[in-house]
Nanobody, 123 residues
Framework: QVHVGESGGGLVQAGGSLRLSCAAS????????MGWFRQAPGKEREFVAA????????YYADSVKGRFTISRDGAKNTVYLQMNSLKFEDTAVYYC????????????????WGQGTQVTVSS
C-alpha cells in the first residue's frame, strides 16, 4: 500500500512564488523517484519535474526550467517543488507521482499518484 499526498497550492499573482510539498508513505524505498505533473483545464496531464531520490539527479520540463526547483528529504519520503516567477500559464492542478524507476516516472505510467493541489496564477 502506498499513499501520496500534496499540499501548498494556492492563488498567487504572476511573478510570485509557491512551494508545493508531497509526502509518500507505505512501501516506499529511498531509491524511488518522485516528481510532479500538472493538468490544466481541457489539456492532457504533462510532466513538470522529477528527482532520483538516491542519486539526486533532477529533470525539468522546458517550460519550467530555470523557474522551478525540485528537492527532496529522503528520510521523510518527501519532495518539494519551489515555483518562482510564476506565469498565468502555470495555472493547473499539480499532482505528485512516485515510481521505482525514474525513466518510467517521466512518462507517468504505472506511478502512484496524489489527489492534486490547485495552483492558480492571476495575470
Amino acid at each position: 500500500q502506498v499513499h501520496v499526498g500534496e499540499s501548498g497550492g494556492g492563488l498567487v499573482q504572476a511573478g510570485g512564488s509557491l512551494r508545493l510539498s508531497c509526502a509518500a508513505s507505505g512501501r516506499i524505498f529511498s531509491s524511488y523517484a518522485m516528481g510532479w505533473f500538472r493538468q490544466a483545464p481541457g489539456k492532457e496531464r504533462e510532466f513538470v519535474a522529477a528527482i532520483h531520490r538516491s542519486g539526486g539527479d533532477t529533470y525539468y520540463a522546458d517550460s519550467v526550467k530555470g523557474r522551478f526547483t525540485i528537492s527532496r528529504d529522503g528520510a521523510k519520503n518527501t519532495v518539494y517543488l519551489q515555483m518562482n516567477s510564476l506565469k498565468f500559464e502555470d495555472t493547473a492542478v499539480y499532482y505528485c507521482a512516485v515510481h521505482r524507476n525514474t525513466e518510467i516516472l517521466l512518462t507517468g505510467s504505472g506511478a502512484y499518484w496524489g489527489q492534486g493541489t490547485q495552483v492558480t496564477v492571476s495575470s
